[in-house]
C-alpha cells in the first residue's frame, strides 16, 4: 500500500509569516504531485501541481518537489487568516489515475 | 462554466436502506473518481470511472458498494444496505482524460449520516 505521509499540525503561524507544508512520499516511480485546500466542511480545492523537480511559484504558493528525497512542501508567503484549512498533499501512483492523499496539515493563520 | 455537480449535498439514512449518490462531471471532462472521507479521516479512492465503464475499483469494498457512469446521465454510486460505519462524505472528482498529468477537479460532496 503507497502511503502519503503528512504532519496533521495544527501548524500556527502569525498573519505575513511563511507557511510551510511538509509531505513524503513511498512511492519512488510517481510522478504527479498535488496540494489541496481544504476548509471545514467543504470539498477540497486544488492549489498547485508539479511534476518536475525544482520549484513551482504561482503567487503567494510555491511548491517543491524532490524525488530523490521523496519529499515535496508547500510554501505560503504572507499567510493571512483566510489561508487557515487543512492542506492535502496527493499523489499520482504510477500506472494509476487515482490518488493518493494525505491526512491532511491543518494551518491556522493568526491575525 | 459549473463544475463539478453532486446530489444531494446531504442524505440521510437509517440501516438497511439504500443511498444512491450522483456525480456529473464538469463539461468537457468523461473521466469520474469517487473518493470517501471518513470524520477526521484523509480521502480515500474508490473508484474510477469513464462512461459505461469502471477502470479501477481497487478502493471499493467487496459488498454493498457499486459505481456506474452510464452513457447518458451522471455517474451514481450506489450503497446497499447501509450501516453507521458507512457515514462519511462522499466526494466526485472529473478530469478531462486520463493523462498522468491530469488534475482532478473536486465536487461539493454528499454528506451521508446513517442513524
Known amino acids: 500500500q503507497k502511503e502519503v ?3 496533521s499540525g495544527p501548524l500556527s503561524v502569525p498573519e505575513g509569516a511563511i507557511a510551510s507544508l511538509n509531505c513524503t512520499y513511498s512511492d519512488r516511480g510517481s510522478q504527479s504531485f498535488f496540494w489541496y485546500r481544504q476548509y471545514s466542511g467543504k470539498s477540497p480545492e486544488l492549489i498547485m501541481s508539479i511534476y518536475s523537480n525544482g520549484d513551482k511559484e504561482d503567487g503567494r504558493f510555491t511548491a517543491q518537489l524532490n524525488k530523490a528525497s521523496q519529499y515535496v512542501s508547500l510554501l505560503i508567503r504572507d499567510s493571512q487568516p483566510s489561508d487557515s484549512a487543512t ?13 493518493v492523499f494525505g491526512t491532511g496539515t491543518r494551518l491556522l493563520v493568526s491575525p | 462554466n459549473a463544475g463539478v455537480m453532486q446530489n444531494p449535498r446531504h442524505l440521510v439514512r437509517r440501516r438497511g436502506q439504500e443511498a444512491r449518490l450522483r456525480c456529473s462531471p464538469m463539461k468537457g471532462h468523461s473521466h469520474v473518481y469517487w473518493y470517501r472521507q471518513l470524520p477526521e479521516e484523509g ?16 478502493g471499493m469494498p467487496k459488498e454493498r458498494f457499486s459505481a456506474e457512469f452510464p452513457k447518458e446521465g451522471p455517474s451514481i454510486l450506489r450503497i446497499q444496505q447501509v450501516v453507521r460505519g458507512d457515514s462519511a462524505a462522499y466526494f466526485c472528482a472529473s478530469s478531462v482524460g486520463g493523462l498522468y498529468q491530469e488534475t482532478q ?11
Open chain 1, 87 to 99: 492542506y492535502l498533499c496527493a499523489v499520482r501512483e504510477t500506472g494509476f489515475q487515482k490518488l
Open chain 1, 5 to 7: 505521509e503528512q504532519n
Open chain 2, 105 to 115: 477537479y473536486f465536487g461539493p460532496g454528499t454528506r451521508l449520516l446513517v442513524l
Open chain 2, 43 to 58: 480521502l480515500k479512492f474508490m473508484v474510477y470511472l469513464q462512461k459505461e465503464n469502471i477502470i479501477d475499483e481497487s
